[in-house]
């Protein structure tokens, strides 16, 4: 292999980086904090398999954003390696690769609705344009002495002259060094500088992280939260925001401008609706604590909590609107384009459905939805729990599907019968002696009757469980344990109030959710 092979490498890898940051810097001007590299990253996840990016969520947790967008980047500073390869022989394809790419650029951003239009196309043409001038220049400046150094060494090991190829590379290898560093460099900067912008001007439109959220009116809570079961290291009753699951397919949040947001209730509806933010503060609210969970969560999963959610009850929305017989189906619809359907009964059968626009007293935080969320008691989050809402359309059940429905989701998804032991964690050092075994069981809408837990496949022994609080919420439970030196195999499941023994049958995630018992190996020192 020739050695200007590896130095045209550099020059297309360090080209392709400089684009990538002129295609950021340029995105910040978007007044949505948009960006290129993450409008491709969200039209992989559209068109991944629903069951590879569970896999990707479970393996990487929600490490899977950066990672995605690493990988992106590091396949764009890739093919720039190629097109500087290429680009050796063939000046031509050069212009070709980079316009390729910033056509897969504009096709994506513009399918991203969080993005404004003239700025998808300007930020990838400029990326383009800038990729090839420079990828030209650096190859043009390749060192003159490139090809020699390969050159055969003759009998006592002394390299034969330099033979430069005329008409191509002029420059002395450190020059060429230097500009290919100053372009990385600039590269680095370019996208550093970027984002910072990009996250400025999220702030000036209004939803930006450090966007001030307007006070929500006071509302007396449903239910007081009890005095938590005092184990150390159990799941809080209510859990705190910081500390609240996130999953969405969301790359950059949508940002808002309250001034203009408006939430629209329509499609199958005798009267559609529109509201202000202030005027969707101004109607009756409700503060409900209930525990949501993720369909991706797994036995003895994270993707579980339960807040104090505050809103305003979709019924009476609803019945303000008139929804007509035909609308079998409640479809939330977000910013960012995701929608979710569940049954309109489930928002009429007597349990909580909000448009939730507080959580835990506070204003919806934007990673949770603000301005508004939709928030259904006893339906997993992927069919019901709408972040960042734009509209509430009535439909046809059978011809309209959520989000994840397509992808190999349940068209149904109520939150299962589950149970989890957070004490004693995994990896903990038992003492011998009498120590808690402790943790939380859900059955959100029927409630939990009772907790039993099993050590080393022995008789299922009734756990002590935590105060009431509601059918709607978690519920702790704890079961004393006279714990022996060894290794122990420890077991729970729940009860539920309609009499549903947790079933031991395991089932993946995909398609409504996880089954089986949460089951905790744990080493008991003497
Ligand atoms: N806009 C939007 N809303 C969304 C999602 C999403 O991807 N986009 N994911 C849903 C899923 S799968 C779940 S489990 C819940 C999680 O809500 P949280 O992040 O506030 O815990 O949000 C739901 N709402
Ligand atoms: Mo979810």
Known sequence: MPRRTPLAALAGAVSAGLALGVGELVSALGSRGQSLVGSVAGEVVDRTP???????????????????????????????????????????????????????????????PLTSRW??????????????????????????????????????????????IPGRGTGSRRAFFALSGTVGLGAVALAIGGRALSDRSRTVAGGGARTPRPPLPEVAPSA??????????????????????RIDTAFTFPSVDLDRWRLRIDGLVDRPLEYSYAELLALPQVEVPI???????????????????????????LE????????????????????????????????????????????????????ARLIVEGLYGYVSATKWLRSIEL?????VNGYWVPLGWSKEGPIKLQSRIDVPRAGDTVRAGMTPIAGVAWAPGVGVAAVEVQVDGGDWIPAE???????????????PWEATAGRHTLRVRAISRDGEVQTAEVAPVEPNGATGHHTRQVTVRA
Not at 225 to 231: E, I
Not at 395 to 399: A, L, N, V
């Open 50 to 112: 629903g069951s590879v990016i569970h896999a990707a969520i479970e393996a990487l947790g929600t490490s899977d954003k950066p990672v995605l967008l690493s990988i992106i980047v590091v396949v764009c500073v890739g093919l720039g390696a190629v097109a500087g390869i290429l680009g050796l022989r063939h000046r031509w394809l050069i212009t070709v690769m980079f316009l390729g790419a910033a056509l897969l650029g504009v096709l994506t951003g513009l399918r991203d």
């Open 119 to 164: 700025v998808v196309v300007l930020a990838a043409l400029g990326a383009a344009a800038t990729g090839i001038v420079v990828l030209h220049v650096l190859l043009s400046r390749l060192p003159a002495d490139a090809t020699a150094i390969d050159a055969p060494a003759d009998a006592e090991g002394v390299a034969a002259t330099p033979v430069p």
């Open 224 to 245: 007081v939260a009890p005095t938590d079961l005092a184990v150390e290291g159990l799941s809080p009753l209510i859990t705190p925001t910081s500390q609240f699951y």
């Open 291 to 317: 525990t949501i969970a993720c369909v991706s969560n797994e036995v003895g999963g994270s993707l579980v909590g339960t807040a104090f959610w505050q809103g305003v009850p979709l019924g009476a929305l």
């Open 320 to 371: 303000t609107a008139g929804v007509q017989p035909e609308g079998t189906q409640i479809l939330g619809r977000s910013l960012d384009g995701f929608t979710a359907g569940f049954p309109t009964a489930a928002a009429l059968d007597g349990r909580t459905a909000l448009v939730a626009v507080g959580m835990n007293g506070e204003p919806l935080p934007i990673r949770h939805g603000f301005p």
């Open 395 to 399: 439909c046809d059940w059978e011809r």
């Open 465 to 479: 469980l935590g105060p009431e609080f509601t059918d709607a919420t978690w519920r702790q439970w704890m079961l």
